[in-house]
């Protein structure tokens, strides 16, 4: 079976800093990941994704993930963090067989002080 | 082109009663797939279908849960006799096709609250 494990509940990180949200994933056979972000009172919103090829991803608002197969992990990251980065992300696995079928991590709160 | 919509955004109900939250998925997709999410957790997948029918709904419980997709009008998603455990976000997301490789676009969630 398919699981994410997002092993942050919170990440803090100061404006202009570096930030990472940390993603590994469990699936038979070769995954698909994403990255979605969740504002208040809002729905998911996609991030970026990786299917094939280059292991790192770039995807709105500056983010970019790194795959690395041995470590099955996916994190997020960014090179300078904005106050408005501030929500909850939430990494997510599909099989790359049959219809997608997502799961996802708990979610990793990012509080990105001024 | 409109996002997925999903009404109503807020629900309150008693306990016993009928739920029935709606989704219309965005222009031109045909798979609709509805989440749970319960407080300070990530989003259980629920039900997966296509129009007119439902392809995959191992995560939608056995008793009370029924979801739908007609040919026409949105995606019900059907809560009857309603418990507190009920009480979550739910939300619709929709894709042009079901291969995995796909984003899925996601709704504003309905959240429902049950006394």
């Known amino acids: 079976a398919q699981s994410v494990a997002q092993p942050e509940d919170q990440v803090n990180v100061a404006e202009g800093n570096p930030l990472t949200v940390k993603c590994t994933y469990s699936?038979?056979?070769?995954?698909?990941l994403f990255w979605y972000v969740q504002y208040p009172n809002r729905g998911l919103q996609f991030l970026l994704k990786?299917?094939?090829?280059?292991?790192l991803v770039k995807g709105s608002y500056g983010f970019e993930a790194e795959f690395n197969k041995s470590q099955t992990s996916f994190h997020l990251k960014k090179p300078s963090a904005l106050v408005s980065d501030s929500a909850l992300y939430f990494c997510?696995?599909?099989?790359?067989?049959?219809?997608?079928?997502?799961?996802f991590g708990t979610g990793t709160r990012l509080l990105v002080s001024p | 082109n409109a996002g997925v919509m999903q009404n109503p955004r807020h629900l309150v109900r008693r306990r016993g009663q009928e739920a029935r939250l709606r989704c219309s998925p965005m222009?031109?997709?045909?798979?609709v797939y509805w989440y749970r999410q319960l407080p300070e957790e990530g989003l259980k997948f629920m039900v997966y279908?296509?129009?007119?029918?439902?392809?995959?709904e191992s995560g939608m419980p056995k008793e009370r849960f029924s979801a739908e997709f007609p040919k026409e009008g949105p995606s019900i998603l059907r809560i009857q006799q309603v418990v507190r455990g009920d009480s979550a976000a739910y939300f619709c997301?929709?894709?042009?096709?079901?291969?995995?490789?796909?984003?899925?676009?996601f709704g504003p969630g309905t959240r429902l609250t049950v006394l």
């Open positions: 997510a696995v599909s099989k790359n067989t049959g219809f997608q079928k997502l799961v």
């Open positions: 699936v038979s056979g070769n995954p698909y």
């Open positions: 997301a929709s894709s042009p096709s079901p291969d995995p490789y796909n984003e899925q676009f």
């Open positions: 222009k031109g997709h045909s798979h």
């Open positions: 990786y299917i094939t090829g280059d292991n």
């Open positions: 279908l296509q129009k007119e029918n439902i392809i995959d």
